[in-house]
């Protein structure tokens, strides 16, 4: 706040010196060419006029120069100047003859009101200034004048008296505004300043934290199982993996195991850093089950990673309700059959010569805390050479688009599945890409997607 204070007085200031600079040229150019006019309208007192303008000149070019080397606060100046103009006017004044007196008036009232539209400062000085000049031209009248007061007030005196006192409230006026829109400006720039101050810090922490949030991604990523590792398991299959933001509740897991191949599609609650958190948990709890309880069937492993989940939560003094749903599955060694187990989320299997899936759905029951937890039941289901088996999240399913805006649904989804089952596993990848971002078109994501297919 003071510091604005300071901004607004320094450049009121400065308007007030460019002010006083033009108004000095003016009179210093028109005070000297005044001189001749004065020879033709009163020669009587053309020298004496003549030395005098000139003598004010001088003076007023003195204070120029001396305020342009000092660089000092500019009223003083502003008044010496003022002064020095209108009691000049007023010594012609009060010498003139009746005849010559209300011409004197339009001259005076032309340098009051020329004066005023060029002065900015504060009331105080106006009011000196009207009464230094009224003393001093009252006094040039009461010994120069030959005319009476009566005839002084009635030929104008008063008139240039009335001008004087309300052109202290004009100038009074004009460095208010002045004031006011600098003061305003200023706040203006301030804010405007600190605005964009806090856009940089807010761009830098922004920075910072997509920096971290990036860092984690490849944390992430290095959790999944990588391309190399998924096409030595499996000979013919997809992953579509799109999260909503850079790091995903989503992921798919694969772990060989003595029976078989153990694969699962899981959907972690939230998305973005939190479900990303939630992930991390629930993989190790999948990985632990396997490798370090030596579970390798679906619902075993669903049971045992609901148990490592929830103890992993209950560390924490609040009440964390988060968990997963999952679609895990095995094929076994013989290839004839697999086994299955799901929490809230199903398995799809299509075979090359029927339309519609088989749907296997799972428990309706997350991985987490619930109130009415049950054991998980596993699915035995008996499968042929070149079924396709779909395992995926809701990500999909639930995406707001298309014309009506609208989510695209199950049943839309599996038609789509059932349209491309026989294209080739790399091919069915580019079709559920392309349906994916055709539907979204610009709507925005609302949550992470993962699709998994495997040609048996």
């Not at 720039?189 to 830098?204: G, M």
């Not at 899936?357 to 596993?378: D, E, V, Y």
């Not at 989510?407 to 994916?436: A, G, T």
Request: proline letters at 3%; hydrophobic letters at 45%.
């Amino acid at each position: 706040m003071e510091k604005n204070i300071v901004d607004w007085q320094s450049e009121l200031n400065t308007l007030s010196v460019k002010y006083f600079k033009i108004a000095s040229w003016v009179a210093l150019i028109l005070n000297p060419l005044w001189a001749l006019s004065d020879y033709f309208v009163t020669p009587k007192y053309w020298f004496s006029f003549c030395i005098i303008r000139f003598s004010i000149s001088i003076f007023v070019l003195a204070l120029l120069l001396i305020h342009n080397k000092k660089q000092t606060r500019i009223e003083l100046f502003m008044f010496l100047s003022y002064t020095a103009l209108v009691i000049q006017n007023g010594y012609f004044y009060s010498v003139m003859e009746l005849e010559m007196f209300q011409q004197q008036t339009f001259a005076m009232l032309a340098i009051f009101i020329g004066g005023s539209m060029l002065m900015l400062w504060r009331m105080r000085y106006s009011i000196a200034l009207v009464i230094v000049c009224l003393i001093s031209i009252g006094g040039m009248f009461y010994v120069n004048s030959p005319l009476t007061f009566d005839e002084i007030i009635i030929n104008g005196g008063l008139l240039n008296l009335t001008v004087a006192l309300f052109l202290i409230f004009l100038i009074q006026t004009r460095y208010r505004l002045h004031k006011k829109e600098i003061i305003s400006r200023l706040s203006l720039k301030t804010s405007n300043d600190q605005l964009v101050r806090q856009k940089n810090i807010i761009e830098i922490k922004n920075e910072e934290i997509t920096d971290s949030i990036t860092y984690a991604r490849r944390i992430q990523e290095a959790i999944l199982p990588s391309k190399e590792s998924i096409n030595a398991c499996i000979n013919d299959c997809f992953v579509y993996y799109q999260p909503k933001d850079i790091v995903a509740g989503d992921f798919y897991w694969i772990e060989e195991t003595p029976k078989g191949l153990l694969i699962a599609v899981a959907d972690c609650t939230g998305h973005g850093v939190p479900g990303a958190m939630v992930s991390v948990v629930c993989n190790n709890a999948l990985n632990r089950a396997v490798r370090e309880y030596n579970l390798y069937e679906p619902a075993a492993i669903l049971d045992k990673a609901t148990e490592l989940v929830i103890n992993t939560f209950e560390q924490s003094a609040t009440d964390i309700m988060d968990g997963m749903d999952i679609a895990i599955c095995r094929i076994n060694k013989d290839g004839k059959s697999i086994e299955f187990a799901g929490a809230n989320n199903p398995l799809w299997i299509f075979d090359k010569d029927e339309i519609e899936s088989q749907k296997i759905n799972g428990c309706k029951q997350p991985i987490g805390r619930f109130l009415t937890q049950k054991p998980f039941i596993g699915k035995t289901i008996p499968v042929n050479p070149g079924n396709i088996l779909y395992l995926f999240t809701d990500g999909f399913a639930d995406q707001f688009g298309g014309k009506r805006g609208k989510k695209y649904k199950y049943k839309p989804f599996n038609n789509l599945l059932s349209k491309i089952k026989e294209q080739k596993m790399s091919d069915q990848l580019n079709s559920i890409r392309s349906e994916f971002e055709t539907w979204k078109d610009d709507f925005d994501q609302i949550d992470d997607v993962c699709v998994v297919g495997i040609r048996l």
